[in-house]
Every structure is written in structure tokens, then in C-alpha cells.
């Protein structure tokens, strides 16, 4: 993992400060002399800068996203506690950690420190910027804000503004960490047991009917107590209590809400038009999160734009379980492209 300090104070669009910033990334593959092979990937809400690790199949020699072809970068997002400046770092004011004091943060916030550090890599175009969830919300926003950077962007079950719907189920969770009476306290393990909740309905929207009748179901009709769904709701909150953050699940929830590429643009629809890279968007069938009517809105306002949907009853998660789907749709997206 690399480190990048950006010493110099950052304005967020909120109008607050940061009075420097880090960036942890990676990269993958090597850089053409003339810098032409570059491919960024932008992550998704508790992911990180380790993207050959979160995308298993998709990034690698051979693959879709083929290191043996392009240099691939990711990095993680600020308000992430994988390195990046977020509510664990050290605030320099006075020495101590952030905690509830970290400020709130956009989407476009995540971008202007993507850029920041595209700049200080002296990397003058992007071939390809992908990303899916959150992290097509960072691709679609950055690709807006600098439309010449990019020359092909791909979206994955993502919006160009986030939904009531979607705003609601990241209040719920917020909610869940609220009521652990830890959370107020400034400590890194505050709002442990909040976040535990928060995971078990964030996984509500991940997933569907379909996907839990297939993997959670019983095989016997003796049960009463202490069902397979039950005990997964239980594993999936500690799983993410055991590497992530409540402070940061807090922050990042609230950036996705913020996201609208319309805002200060003359609204969504006309913000969309100023994307100039040529765009693959993909969407999942059965994506209760972002639905697909999502996906072909912003296909009605890119100009050129293609669109695919991808059969999955793994929902929203299809974007990180459906490798072999995502990869034929790269690879006839990139090499029709090239």
C-alpha cells in the first residue's frame, strides 16, 4: 500500500476544512512510458484500496481488467478507516483522533482527492475509470467534473443521484449505531453493536427474497429457533464490526446520500450531458438498491451510451458475485473501444 500527503489545507463542499490529507492506494500492473494504460478503480462503501482482493476474478493477468495490459490504481476514500484520511486519523488541531469530529464529506469531496492524487502521479489521462455502487458514484461524478481526463468509464449498479429509497435504508442504519450507547463515546470501538445492526439491514437491500430462500433456507420443518438467516445476520454484523469502522460506515453513509451530479450543475439531466468518455453502464436484474430504471436514466442522458443488464438473484451484490457476466461485458466494452 502507498501513502500520499497532501500537505496543503483541502476546502470541502460544505464550505469546512481539512487541514491535510492522506491517501492510501495500490496499483497493479505497470505504467506505459507514454502513460496511456491506465485504468482506475473506484471502490465501493466498506471496501478498499486492495481492489485484485475485493474484485477476485475480475483484475488480474489474463482477466478482464488485465494487468499484463494496463496499470491499475485504487484508492481508498477519504473518511475510510483503510488508510485514507478519516475518523481515526489524528486531527493536527489538537493530536487526537477525529471520532465524531470528522467532517461530513460528498462525493464530490472523494473525487477532488482522487484528482489530487491522479495529479500528483503526473497521470494526465485515465483509459478507463470504473466503478460500481458507491464507487460509480465517484467514477460518474469525476468523469462529469473532468470530462476530458477520462476516455472510457464503465458503471456498475450505481445512480447519478441517490434515492429517497436509498437514503432511507442508510438513515435506518444510522439509526441502529445511534442507539448503542457507546456511540457517543470517543473511542475507536464506539458504536460497535450499531454497526452490527446497521450491517444485518444493509444486507436487506444487498440481497433479495430470492437470493435468502436459496441460501438461508431451512431443510427441515422441525425448526423453531435459531434459524440459518438468523445466525447469518448475526455473522455478516461481526464480520464487518471485526474490520470496519462505525465511525466511518457513519461517514461514508451520509456521503452517498449527498450524491447528485446535478447539484450546482443546472440539475441532473443536464449534468449528465457534459460526460465525454465513451460509457458502458450495467446494471443487475434483481437490484432492489439501485434498480435498473436507475441505470437506464442515466443512459437516456450520456451522450452515446451503452447499457446492459446483467441476470443475477444475488441483487445488489451481483456486482461483486457475478465475475464471469462483468467480465464478458468489459471485454467486448474495451476491445470494441480500444
Known amino acids: 500500500m502507498n501513502l500520499f500527503l497532501h500537505k496543503d489545507p483541502i476546502t ?11 491517501v492510501a492506494w495500490q496499483s497493479f500492473g505497470r ?5 496511456s494504460n491506465v485504468v482506475w478503480i473506484c471502490h465501493a462503501l466498506t471496501a478498499n484500496s486492495d ?9 488480474g493477468p489474463g482477466m478482464a481488467i488485465d494487468t499484463d495490459k494496463f496499470y491499475v490504481i485504487c484508492a481508498n476514500v477519504i473518511g475510510s478507516c483503510y488508510g485514507s484520511t478519516g475518523p481515526l486519523s489524528i486531527n493536527p488541531k489538537n493530536g487526537q483522533p ?19 492524487l491522479r495529479l500528483h502521479l503526473g497521470i494526465k489521462k485515465i483509459r478507463l475509470l470504473i466503478g460500481g455502487s458507491l464507487g460509480g458514484q465517484q467514477a460518474l461524478e469525476w468523469a462529469i467534473e473532468q470530462p476530458q ?18 437514503i432511507a435504508f442508510n438513515e435506518a442504519q444510522r439509526m441502529a449505531i445511534e442507539v448503542d450507547p457507546t456511540w457517543a463515546l470517543q473511542n475507536q470501538q464506539a458504536g460497535a453493536d450499531g454497526l452490527k445492526a446497521a450491517r444485518a439491514i444493509a444486507l436487506l437491500s444487498y440481497r433479495n427474497y430470492d437470493a435468502y430462500h436459496e441460501t438461508q433456507k431451512e431443510k427441515t420443518d422441525e425448526i423453531y429457533d435459531q434459524f440459518k438467516a438468523s445466525g447469518y445476520q448475526q455473522y455478516q454484523g461481526l464480520k464487518l464490526v471485526n474490520r470496519f469502522s462505525a465511525f466511518s460506515y457513519w461517514t461514508l453513509s451520509k456521503a452517498m446520500d449527498s450524491h447528485n451530479v446535478g447539484r450546482k450543475r443546472g440539475g441532473v439531466e443536464r449534468a449528465l450531458t457534459q460526460v465525454k468518455a465513451q460509457t458502458q453502464i450495467i446494471g443487475i436484474s434483481s437490484d432492489l438498491l439501485f434498480p435498473f430504471e436507475e441505470q437506464q436514466f442515466i443512459a437516456r442522458h ?24 462483468l467480465s464478458t461485458i ?3 466494452f474495451i476491445i470494441k473501444n480500444k
Request: charged share 20%.
Open 12 to 22: 470541502l463542499e460544505n464550505g469546512t476544512t481539512l487541514s491535510q490529507v492522506e
Open 31 to 35: 505504467l506505459l512510458p507514454d502513460g
Open 51 to 59: 481492489a485484485v482482493q475485493w474484485w477476485k476474478g475480475l483484475i
Open 98 to 116: 477525529y471520532y465524531h469530529d470528522f467532517p461530513f464529506i460528498t462525493i464530490r469531496d472523494m473525487v477532488k482527492i482522487h484528482d489530487l
Open 149 to 166: 481526463v477520462t476516455e472510457q468509464l464503465i458503471l456498475i449498479a450505481t445512480n447519478a443521484k441517490h434515492s429517497p429509497w436509498g
Open 302 to 325: 450520456i451522450p452515446g451510451s451503452q447499457i446492459e443488464i446483467i441476470p443475477s438473484r444475488w441483487g445488489h451484490d451481483g456486482f461483486l458475485v457475478e465475475i464471469e457476466k
Open 330 to 332: 468489459l471485454n467486448q
